[in-house]
C-alpha cells in the first residue's frame, strides 16, 4: 500500500515513474438485496491518504446521467442521481467536484464507458477523476449504471449496476461512493454511516438521528425531559443514552430496529455510555458505591466488573478500536485530564498535561489519536493527540466554544459541537486535519454531543 503525502498529486507523471504497484487480486463482496453488481477492479494502490494534514482536494468531474430510454422521469431521476452523487462526493473533504460549465464533452450523449470517453477533454481541464452515469427506469423500477475514472491512466477503476425501486436511489448512489471511497483511500468511508445527537423540542432534550450528511433526520426519544449523551453500538443496531425522565439519570439501552432493550437504574447517578467494539457490553460512570467510577456492563445493564477504583470522580470512558483500552475523564490530581486504562494490565497512563481541564476524549478509528476538548483562558477548544508523541494539535480556534468530539467510522472526520453561531450550540463537521469546519444540520433548537456509529459496509 502506497500513500501519497504532502502537497504531491496521485495524477503527477514524476510520480508514476517512482511508484511500484503492487496488485493484490481480490473479490469485494458487499451484501445487498436490492442491486446486483459488476465486479469491482482490485486496488493498486491508495490514491488519497485521508489523515495527511496538508491534503489537498482532487478535482473530480461528475457528468449528466445517460437517460437510456429518454422519457421525463428517468431524466428527472438521472438529474437527482447527479444531484446526491455530487453532494456526497463533496462531503469527503478530500474530492472537489467540478463545475459542469468546464466540461469540454458530455459522455450523456456520446458514451459513458471506457472506449467512449475522449480523456483528453477531461485531463485538459485539470479532471483527475471522471465519474460518468446512465439510468434505465421502468414502471418504478430503476437501474444504475456508475463508473470511475482514472483520467490521466485512461483506466476504468470502478464499475457498478445498481438497481432497486426510485425511492433507493440515494441508497444506491451511497454505495457506490462507498466504492469510490474504498478504491481511494482504502476506507469504505462515511457513507453507510450515521449520527446520533441531542437536540432540543420544546425546551426539552431529546434524542435524535440523521445520516451522515445530515440528511434523513428521525426523533428517536419523547421523554419530554432531558436525554443526553447518545452512544452507538458497533453495529449501529443499539443506542445507548442517559434521561432524567424518571428522575435521576438513569442510562437506557435501546435495540433501534426491534424495539426492545433495558434501563440501568442504580443508586445515585448512571451516565456517559460507550459500547465495546465487537461487543453487546458497554462501560459506564456509576456513583453507587460514592463517586463515579467506570463499570462494564451487559447489554441488560448488568454490572460484569468494576474498571475504575480512585479517589477523584472518573467519567467519559471511550474504547480503544481493539476494545483493550479506555480513554476517560477524572479528577484524581484535582483537576480534570484525560487518562487510558489498559484493562489487561490495569496500567492507567495520564496523557493530556497541558491546560487545566481537558475532558471528553475520543479514540480514533485507527487507534493511534485521541480528540479532546482542551480549555484554556475560559476558551473551549477541539484537539487531537497522536498517543504516540503526546504532542496535542489544536483544531478549533476563535470561533465560539467547540466541544463532544466524535470520529468518523474512517478516522477522515470529526462531528463536534460549536457556539460560533450566534452562541447558540449547533452541531459541525471537519476533516481530522482541522480543515473544512462547516454545519452540518439546519434544525430548530439546539443541538449537542453527536456521536458518529461506526457500522461499515
Given at each position: 500500500?502506497?500513500?501519497?503525502?504532502?502537497?504531491?498529486?496521485?495524477?503527477?507523471?514524476?510520480?508514476?515513474?517512482?511508484?511500484?504497484l503492487?496488485?493484490?487480486?481480490?473479490?469485494?463482496?458487499?451484501?445487498?438485496?436490492?442491486?446486483?453488481?459488476i465486479?469491482?477492479?482490485?486496488?493498486?494502490?491508495?490514491?488519497?491518504?485521508v489523515?495527511n494534514?496538508?491534503?489537498?482536494?482532487?478535482?473530480?468531474?461528475?457528468?449528466?446521467?445517460?437517460?437510456?430510454?429518454?422519457?421525463?422521469t428517468?431524466?428527472?431521476?438521472?438529474?437527482?442521481?447527479?444531484?446526491?452523487?455530487?453532494?456526497?462526493?463533496?462531503?469527503?473533504?478530500?474530492?472537489?467536484?467540478?463545475?459542469?460549465?468546464?466540461?469540454?464533452?458530455?459522455?450523456?450523449?456520446?458514451?459513458?464507458?471506457?472506449?467512449?470517453?475522449?480523456?483528453?477533454?477531461?485531463?485538459?481541464?485539470?479532471?483527475?477523476?471522471?465519474?460518468?452515469?446512465?439510468?434505465?427506469?421502468?414502471?418504478g423500477?430503476?437501474?444504475?449504471?456508475?463508473?470511475?475514472?482514472?483520467?490521466?491512466?485512461?483506466?476504468?477503476l470502478?464499475?457498478?449496476?445498481?438497481?432497486?425501486?426510485?425511492?433507493?436511489?440515494?441508497?444506491m448512489?451511497?454505495?457506490?461512493?462507498?466504492?469510490i471511497?474504498?478504491?481511494?483511500?482504502?476506507?469504505?468511508?462515511?457513507?453507510?454511516?450515521?449520527?446520533?445527537?441531542?437536540?432540543?423540542?420544546?425546551?426539552?432534550?431529546?434524542?435524535?438521528?440523521?445520516?451522515?450528511?445530515?440528511?434523513?433526520?428521525?426523533?428517536?426519544?419523547?421523554?419530554?425531559?432531558?436525554?443526553?449523551?447518545?452512544?452507538?453500538?458497533?453495529?449501529?443496531?443499539?443506542?445507548?443514552?442517559?434521561?432524567?425522565?424518571?428522575?435521576?439519570?438513569?442510562?437506557?439501552?435501546?435495540?433501534?430496529?426491534?424495539k426492545?432493550?433495558?434501563?440501568?437504574?442504580?443508586?445515585?447517578?448512571?451516565?456517559?455510555?460507550?459500547?465495546?467494539?465487537?461487543?453487546?457490553k458497554?462501560?459506564?460512570?456509576l456513583?453507587?458505591?460514592?463517586?463515579?467510577?467506570?463499570y462494564?456492563?451487559?447489554?441488560?445493564?448488568?454490572?460484569?466488573?468494576?474498571?475504575?477504583?480512585?479517589?477523584?470522580?472518573?467519567?467519559?470512558?471511550?474504547?480503544?478500536?481493539?476494545?483493550?483500552?479506555?480513554?476517560?475523564?477524572?479528577?484524581r490530581?484535582?483537576?480534570?485530564?484525560?487518562?487510558?486504562?489498559?484493562?489487561?494490565?490495569?496500567?492507567?497512563?495520564?496523557?493530556?498535561?497541558?491546560?487545566?481541564?481537558?475532558?471528553?476524549?475520543?479514540?480514533?478509528?485507527?487507534?493511534?489519536?485521541?480528540?479532546?476538548?482542551?480549555?484554556?483562558?475560559?476558551n473551549?477548544?477541539?484537539f487531537?493527540?497522536?498517543?504516540?508523541?503526546g504532542?496535542?494539535?489544536q483544531?478549533?480556534?476563535?470561533?465560539?466554544?467547540?466541544?463532544?468530539p466524535?470520529?468518523?467510522?474512517?478516522?477522515?472526520?470529526l462531528?463536534?459541537?460549536?457556539?460560533?453561531?450566534?452562541?447558540?450550540?449547533?452541531?459541525f463537521?471537519?476533516?481530522?486535519?482541522?480543515?473544512?469546519?462547516?454545519?452540518?444540520?439546519?434544525?430548530?433548537?439546539?443541538?449537542?454531543?453527536?456521536?458518529?456509529?461506526?457500522?461499515?459496509?
Open positions: 500500500m502506497v500513500s501519497f503525502a504532502g502537497n504531491k498529486r496521485y495524477c503527477s507523471h514524476d510520480m508514476f515513474n517512482k511508484i511500484i503492487f496488485i493484490l487480486y481480490c473479490f469485494l463482496g458487499v451484501g445487498c438485496s436490492l442491486f446486483f453488481s465486479p469491482v477492479y482490485a486496488r493498486d494502490y491508495d490514491y488519497i491518504n489523515s494534514p496538508f491534503l489537498k482536494k482532487t478535482p473530480v468531474a461528475v457528468t449528466e446521467f445517460k437517460a437510456f430510454n429518454g422519457h421525463a428517468e431524466v428527472k431521476d438521472g438529474k437527482t442521481a447527479r444531484y446526491i452523487l455530487k453532494e456526497a462526493l463533496e462531503f469527503t473533504g478530500y474530492l472537489k467536484t467540478m463545475n459542469s460549465v468546464a466540461f469540454l464533452s458530455n459522455p450523456a450523449e456520446s458514451g459513458i464507458q471506457l472506449a467512449q470517453i475522449s480523456f483528453r477533454d477531461w485531463t485538459g481541464i485539470g479532471a483527475e477523476l471522471l465519474v460518468t452515469g446512465g439510468i434505465v427506469e421502468n414502471q423500477k430503476v437501474k444504475l449504471q456508475l463508473r470511475l475514472f482514472d483520467t490521466f491512466k485512461t483506466k476504468l470502478v464499475g457498478k449496476v445498481y438497481t432497486g425501486s426510485r425511492s433507493q436511489i440515494r441508497q448512489i451511497h454505495l457506490f461512493c462507498s466504492e471511497s474504498y478504491k481511494l483511500t482504502g476506507k469504505w468511508g462515511v457513507f453507510n454511516s450515521k449520527i446520533a445527537f441531542v437536540s432540543t423540542v420544546k425546551g426539552k432534550k431529546e434524542i435524535f438521528t440523521c445520516d451522515f450528511d445530515g440528511q434523513n433526520i428521525k426523533q428517536i426519544t419523547s421523554h419530554k425531559s432531558i436525554s443526553l449523551s447518545p452512544s452507538w453500538s458497533f453495529d449501529g443496531k443499539w443506542l445507548a443514552y442517559v434521561s432524567y425522565a424518571r428522575g435521576n439519570p438513569q442510562i437506557f439501552i435501546k435495540n433501534l430496529r426491534e426492545r432493550g433495558s434501563i440501568v437504574n442504580y443508586k445515585g447517578m448512571n451516565i456517559s455510555p460507550d459500547w465495546m467494539p465487537g461487543q453487546l458497554l462501560a459506564a460512570a456513583s453507587f458505591s460514592g463517586d463515579q467510577e467506570i462494564l456492563l451487559t447489554v441488560k445493564g448488568e454490572i460484569i466488573k468494576r474498571i475504575t477504583r480512585n479517589w477523584g470522580i472518573d467519567v467519559s470512558p471511550r474504547f480503544s478500536p481493539d476494545g483493550k483500552r479506555i480513554v476517560f475523564t477524572s479528577k490530581i484535582g483537576t480534570p485530564q484525560v487518562y487510558i486504562k489498559d484493562l489487561e494490565s490495569a496500567r492507567v497512563q495520564r496523557l493530556t498535561f497541558k491546560g487545566l481541564n481537558n475532558t471528553s476524549a475520543a479514540w480514533s478509528p485507527d487507534g493511534g489519536k485521541i480528540a479532546y476538548v482542551g480549555i484554556e483562558k475560559n473551549i477548544n477541539i487531537v493527540m497522536n498517543i504516540d508523541s504532542m496535542p494539535v483544531l478549533t480556534r476563535n470561533a465560539g466554544d467547540n466541544e463532544d466524535a470520529w468518523s467510522p474512517d478516522g477522515s472526520m462531528t463536534f459541537t460549536s457556539t460560533r453561531e450566534g452562541g447558540i450550540p449547533r452541531i463537521v471537519m476533516n481530522a486535519s482541522g480543515s473544512d469546519q462547516r454545519r452540518l444540520l439546519r434544525l430548530k433548537g439546539k443541538q449537542t454531543q453527536p456521536d458518529w456509529s461506526m457500522s461499515k459496509n
